[in-house]
């Protein structure tokens, strides 16, 4: 098999179709199906399942995929270091749950390591994707937490992918709400305080249990529920529909000044938050600075 061969298969995998990725590279669908083909056939596996929405990635091909991006991602380093000449492409990806904190950290990084050529990727998304981004070898890292909840399910999911969770600090359930929230003058709150206001919550998609949820006690019933996939809609929702969402506490007032606050919350669990990897990985230069990073702004 040839890198472009590879490179082939990692377009089709992310688009989830042939007759497109074929567009896009510029060759004909017959070739690119060939392509796919002559490397199935050599590595005796199937990468592909084909259906009439296009393809999707088998499990073996899900983990073929993450060490094709691999193979490609040096071989671009070599080329542009010793046969363009030109200074090495710095590249980093974390997935993330939606942690301003996270976002912060990973704004110092670039700041601090981008040099002239790089590529950042900060992918904010829904925890099974995470996992999935880290499986696959897209992300160097995945940001998340496990509390009493879920721990069981998404260890056992970790174990299953070939993952790694290190924790990196807990934090106790705090409440997010806008300054001017009728029970934000309260020292702490409980559930059955909150049951009159709508609670904000990010989608999960395919996955939305407790299992997967990346706000504690998800599965508590109430009257006003409001789903989010955006960070800066909870923000806009808190202010203007006295919502609320139930987080770390860990909160960067300069992005919105102290028109949000945070209230502890009067039940008992924990965040244990923290990053996955492959178990046959370790955090590069960049992903350990990341963590770094995160640190600082977790002690602040």
Excluded: W
């Amino acid at each position: 098999m040839t890198v472009q061969q590879l490179k082939y298969i990692i377009t089709a995998a992310e688009i989830g179709s042939i007759t497109e990725a074929a567009r896009q590279l510029f060759i004909s669908q017959p070739s690119l199906s060939g392509a796919i083909k002559e490397v199935e056939n050599e590595a005796k596996l199937t990468i592909f399942n084909r259906c009439r929405a296009g393809v999707a990635l088998t499990p073996e091909g899900m983990e073929f995929v993450g060490y094709a991006r691999q193979v490609v991602q040096q071989m671009e380093l070599l080329e542009s270091r010793f046969v363009n000449g030109q200074p090495e492409k710095q590249r980093f990806c974390v997935s993330t749950q939606h942690y301003t904190f996270a976002a912060n950290a990973f704004a110092d990084l670039i700041m601090q390591y981008g040099q002239e050529r790089y590529e950042f990727i900060m992918n904010e998304t829904q925890t099974h994707q995470i996992i999935e981004d880290v499986r696959n070898r897209f992300s160097d890292l995945g940001l998340l937490y496990l509390c009493g909840s879920n721990e069981s399910v998404l260890q056992k999911l970790f174990e299953d992918y070939n993952l790694t969770f290190y924790e990196l600090f807990t934090a106790s359930p705090h409440i997010f709400l806008d300054r001017d929230h009728p029970l934000a003058a309260k020292k702490a709150l409980t559930l059955a305080e909150l049951k009159p206001y709508p609670r904000l919550s990010f989608v999960q998609g395919a996955y939305e249990s407790s299992n997967f949820a990346e706000e504690l006690f998800s599965n508590e019933t109430v009257d006003k529920s409001i789903r989010v996939s955006d960070r800066a809609a909870v923000v806009n929702l808190m202010i203007g529909l006295q919502a609320y969402t139930i987080s770390s506490g860990i909160y960067a007032k300069y992005l919105h000044g102290d028109r949000i606050i945070s209230v502890p919350l009067k039940e008992k669990e924990t965040m244990h938050i923290g990053y996955i990897i492959n178990k046959d990985r370790t955090l590069s230069e960049l992903g350990a600075r990341f963590i770094e990073l995160i640190g600082q702004y977790q002690e602040a």
